[in-house]
Nanobody, 120 residues
Framework: QVQLVESGGGLVQPGGSLRLSCVAS????????MAWYRQAPGKGRELVAT???????NYVDSVKGRFTISRDNAKNTVYLQMNTLKPEDTAVYYC??????????????WGQGTLVTVSS
């Protein structure tokens, strides 16, 4: 079993910053792609940022220049640095990863989500 646990969410004022972390644990051999998604109230789940195992990244247009995804492979962790936060960034943020387990099966688990609220 593989678990993803997000942390770092909270309440922040517009223009502020937060750093989200997502730690993968369990029967992990390796982790391929990692990603952050978010789901705003009344909206569908949106892909925010991805990072490949080689380090290449992609972002949804609305966060380009403000968010940075990174990873620490030694810690099985992906981060999302969020700067210049806007109210429209308010959402539950989820991490996702493609994980090769010790049984050599690929899993794509989801974290439980961490709530980011951007409000005055």
């Amino acid at each position: 079993q593989v678990q993803l646990v997000e942390s770092g969410g909270g309440l922040v004022q517009p223009g502020g910053s937060l750093r989200l972390s997502c730690v993968a644990s369990g029967s992990i051999v390796s982790i391929d792609d990692m990603a952050w998604y978010r789901q705003a109230p009344g909206k569908g789940r949106e892909l925010v940022a991805t990072i490949r195992s080689g380090g290449s990244t992609n972002y949804v247009d609305s966060v380009k220049g403000r968010f940075t995804i990174s990873r620490d492979n030694a810690k099985n962790t992906v981060y999302l640095q969020m700067n210049t936060l806007k109210p429209e960034d308010t959402a539950v943020y989820y991490c996702n990863a493609v994980v090769l387990t010790s049984s050599y099966r690929y899993l794509e688990p989801w974290g439980q989500g961490t709530l980011v609220t951007v409000s005055s």
